[in-house]
C-alpha cells in the first residue's frame, strides 16, 4: 500500500525518521500533557491526529468529515454535562489523548505501508467516537457504552456519506476497544491500533498515574467500592503486564520500551528495598505500603519520576 506525503509530526519523526524512540515517547507525553492544561478541544485534536495519520487535513473525503463530525459530537456532549460533573477520566480529554495517540500510531503505520490513507482516516474516526456519549457509570452489562458509541458514530458516519463497508468498518474498530479485552474482537492492525492508542495515555510513566486517579476518582461517583485501589502501583504493574505485545507501529514508537523501562523500575525499587525477590510485583507491593511522597521518591530513584 503506498504511503502519501509525510507529515510534520514531531514524534512521528522522531521515533521513524530519527530511530529515537525514546524521545519520541518523551514528546508524545509531553504533548498529551500540554493538552490536558488547555480546554478540552475535540475538533482540534481531531485536526491534528488527522495530520498526522494522513498527512494533512481533506473535508471533501468522506472519513476524514465523518472524524470531525464525531468531534464536533463529542464535545457536545462532554459541554452538556452540568459544570465539573463531566467524568472525571472519560471525559472530552481522554478522548483527545486518545485520538492524538491513534494519530501518531496510524500515522507511523501508514509510512511503514501498514495502512492506506483512508484506512488511516477511518482509525482516527473511530477513536474519536470511541467513548462518544459515555456517562462515566459503571454497567454491568460488557460493552454497553461500546455499543452505545458505535451506533452513534455509525449514524454520523451515514450522515457525512461513508460507504457502508467502512460504516461497518468504523465499527468494528470502535467495538474492539470493549473492556475487558477479548482477543477475537481485534482481528485487524486497525482494532489492535484502537487499543494501544486507548491506553496510551496511560502507560506513560509520568501520566499514567495522574490518569489512574482520575479513573479513581470517576469510579468513586459511580458508587464502586474501594475505587482506589485503581490507583495503587500493584495496579500499574498488572496494567503494565497485561497488555499484548505491541504492533510494530507503536514498537517503533517506543511504546513496548516504554512499558518496559516502568516495570524495571518497579523491580529496582525491589532490589533498593532489599526484598527477597526483586520482580515488579514484590516492588509495587511494597511501594503501595509506604508513605505516597516517599513511594514516589523511591521511585524516581530507581528510573521513574511520577
Request: aromatic residues 2%.
Amino acid at each position: 500500500m503506498a504511503a502519501t506525503a509525510a507529515t510534520n509530526s514531531t514524534v512521528l519523526d522522531l521515533a521513524l525518521a530519527q530511530a529515537a524512540p525514546r524521545r519520541a515517547m518523551l514528546a508524545a507525553e509531553q504533548a498529551l500533557v500540554a493538552l490536558r492544561d488547555q480546554p478540552p478541544d475535540m475538533e482540534a485534536a481531531v485536526i491534528a491526529a488527522l495530520a498526522d495519520a494522513t498527512g494533512g487535513v481533506d473535508d471533501r473525503a468522506p472519513a476524514q468529515r465523518t472524524a470531525l463530525a464525531i468531534a464536533r459530537a463529542v464535545d457536545r456532549h462532554g459541554a452538556g454535562f452540568p459544570p465539573a460533573l463531566e467524568p472525571a477520566y472519560h471525559d472530552r480529554l481522554h478522548q483527545a489523548e486518545a485520538t492524538r495517540a491513534m494519530g501518531w500510531l496510524a500515522g507511523a503505520a501508514r509510512r511503514m505501508g501498514q495502512l492506506t490513507n483512508e484506512e488511516a482516516a477511518l482509525a482516527i474516526a473511530a477513536m474519536a467516537a470511541h467513548d462518544l456519549l459515555h456517562d462515566g457509570q459503571v454497567h454491568a452489562e460488557r460493552g454497553l457504552l461500546e455499543r452505545r458509541s458505535a451506533d452513534a458514530a455509525a449514524a454520523i458516519a451515514r450522515a457525512e456519506g461513508l460507504p457502508a463497508d467502512q460504516v461497518a468498518t468504523l465499527r468494528r474498530i470502535i467495538l474492539a476497544t470493549t473492556w475487558p479485552w477479548e482477543e477475537h474482537e481485534a482481528p485487524d492492525l486497525s482494532c489492535r491500533l484502537a487499543r494501544e492508542a486507548d491506553l496510551f495515555g496511560s502507560s506513560l510513566p509520568r501520566l499514567g498515574p495522574r490518569l489512574s486517579r482520575l479513573l479513581a476518582r470517576e469510579l468513586a461517583s459511580a458508587g464502586q467500592a474501594a475505587p482506589e485501589g485503581v490507583a495503587s502501583h500493584a495496579a500499574r504493574v498488572a496494567l503494565l503486564r497485561l497488555q499484548p505485545p505491541a504492533t510494530a507501529p507503536a514498537r517503533a514508537m517506543g511504546v513496548e520500551a516504554v512499558r518496559g523501562a516502568q516495570l524495571a523500575a518497579y523491580a529496582g525499587a525491589a532490589r533498593r528495598l532489599g526484598l527477597p525477590r526483586a520482580t515488579a510485583e514484590d516492588g509495587a507491593a511494597a511501594l503501595d505500603a509506604l508513605d505516597p511522597a516517599d513511594a514516589d521518591a523511591l521511585l524516581a530513584w530507581s528510573g521513574i519520576d511520577p
